[in-house]
């Protein structure tokens, strides 16, 4: 990709207040049968991506900075169930195969693809794919490659006259275009991916940017469909998780929801931070991409289309050593776990400090492991009770997370009874790893941007 892909995401941060045309949040029910979706097989990936270099450095990361990274995650979190290693954006186009498809992430690394999934494999860990196989690389066109399996040009599925910024989309009604798309996610496949991350998605389907105004032309709305579909056809032959990004969610995700495996539910990360998780534009619904600004909005509104076997949430990369405290960093968590999302690690080696602890908490963890996937009160993020978050485990234990989005102290709590236990419950803080006691109910003043996460068991 593009070095100027960086000012996007900068472009972005500046100027994400939520000053756009907006609507209210709708306050829907969070278990509406009506979204529900085919069996999903996948749980929330747990993974490290170079993105926090990438956007502080505005280049592609180094392979020996790819390296010690991967060391690092060898060493202190693949034992946690952190196996895979995705390449971020900000590479180059330079080297390219006989079927016009990337091979490396940047033309100055020594290693192919191919290579670093062999490596990954051998330590027990896998390699994950950033790019859209909807992009045609225009040297590769240019120098008369043919898509694979036929004797089509690949220049013949571009259109050189389409206005459209930094990508040279694939033309989805072009003979060919159907075996390049799925020949590229095929081409990763036979390295041993299972993870590709599709982006810029909202800018192929319409055109448009929410800061950028028009990037492309508006397609016909089965284009999208068919592309979206390609993908998925291919990723499923693969057993490839396919996450796609920069979505608009039209019509609450309806395409979307057809074929992806999970989906962005908010702005980029950026420069971290409470205010990008949380504050950022807090409550306002949009339209189009990205429909909720943060973290926080975007995985409680989301949630009535997640759940066990049903759509992931991604939350976009964790910088956690960009928090302010404990309990900002613990919540960071804590929400990704409980709403089943994604965990994408992008603190790196030399960045870290000492908060591992934050991704290595065993007690959280084991929940992912469970396909566990929890719900707010209410999807509604401008309401109170979208800050209690509860599920069961498959053994009938009851998670409760009491998460506090604001700048004091505040009271949260929950009688058993409104999770239909008559009797007094085991009680066990997955922070503090004690057991609290048995009990009926529970109260707890949480502190500002903190939480509380508990395990409620039977007695007998």
């Not at 993870?195 to 998605?201: E, G, H, P, Q, S």
């Not at 291919?234 to 495996?261: F, I, Q, T, W």
């Not at 009938?396 to 989005?405: E, Q």
Request: hydrophobic share 35%; aromatic share 14%.
């Amino acid at each position: 990709m593009k070095k100027s892909v960086i000012y996007y995401f900068l472009f972005c941060v500046l100027l994400s207040t939520g000053c756009q045309k907006s609507s209210p949040a709708t306050g829907n029910e969070t278990d509406k049968d009506t979204l529900a979706v085919a069996s999903n097989p996948f749980k929330g990936p747990l993974y490290w991506s170079p993105y926090e270099y990438n956007i502080i450095t505005d280049g592609y990361i180094p392979e020996d900075e790819w390296e010690k990274n991967i060391d690092w995650m060898d060493k202190n979190l693949k034992d946690y169930g952190y196996k895979m290693v995705c390449i971020d954006g900000w590479g180059d186009d330079f080297k390219f195969n006989q079927d016009g498809y990337r091979t490396t992430h940047s033309s100055s690394w020594k290693h192919d693809y191919a290579w670093w999934a062999q490596n990954l494999t051998s330590r027990g860990m896998e390699l994950g794919i950033y790019n859209n196989p909807l992009w045609v690389i225009k040297m590769a066109a240019d120098a008369g490659i043919k898509i694979k399996g036929t004797n089509i040009p690949l220049s013949s599925i571009m259109n050189e006259g389409e206005n459209a910024t930094w990508f040279k989309w694939v033309q989805v009604n072009k003979p060919g275009a159907e075996e390049y798309v799925k020949g590229y996610i095929q081409y990763y496949a036979d390295m041993g991916v299972k993870y590709l991350r599709v982006d810029f998605l909202s800018w192929f389907e319409d055109g448009w940017d929410r800061y950028m105004g028009t990037t492309g032309p508006k397609r016909p709305k089965e284009y999208y469909d068919t592309a979206l579909r390609w993908m998925s056809e291919a990723c499923d032959k693969n057993g490839m998780l396919l996450s796609l990004v920069m979505p608009h969610l039209y019509n609450d995700a309806e395409v979307e929801r057809k074929y992806g495996h999970m989906i962005r539910i908010n702005e980029d990360t950026g420069d971290g931070k409470w205010w990008k998780w949380s504050d950022n534009a807090r409550g306002v619904k949009r339209v189009g991409w990205s429909q909720y600004a943060n973290p926080m909005d975007g995985l409680t509104y989301w949630s009535k289309i997640s759940g066990k076997n049903r759509m992931i949430l991604d939350p976009d990369f964790l910088r956690i050593n960009t928090f302010a405290n404990k309990e900002e960093k613990k919540s960071v968590m804590t929400a990704c776990i409980i709403s089943g999302g994604a965990v994408t690690v992008s603190d790196r080696y030399n960045t870290i400090g000492d908060d591992l602890w934050v991704y290595q908490n065993k007690e959280l963890l084991a929940l992912r492991e469970d396909g566990f996937v929890g719900k707010p009160l209410t999807n509604d993020p401008t309401k109170e009770e979208s800050q209690v978050w509860k599920g069961q485990l498959s053994n009938g234990d009851w998670i409760v997370a009491f998460f506090n989005r604001e700048n004091t102290y505040q009271s949260r709590g929950m009688l058993f009874s409104d999770l239909l236990i008559q009797d007094k419950a085991k009680v066990r803080d997955l922070w503090k790893h004690e057991d609290l006691g048995v009990m009926s109910s529970f109260s707890v003043r949480v502190p500002p941007h903190g939480v509380v996460v508990i395990r409620i068991s039977k007695t007998t």
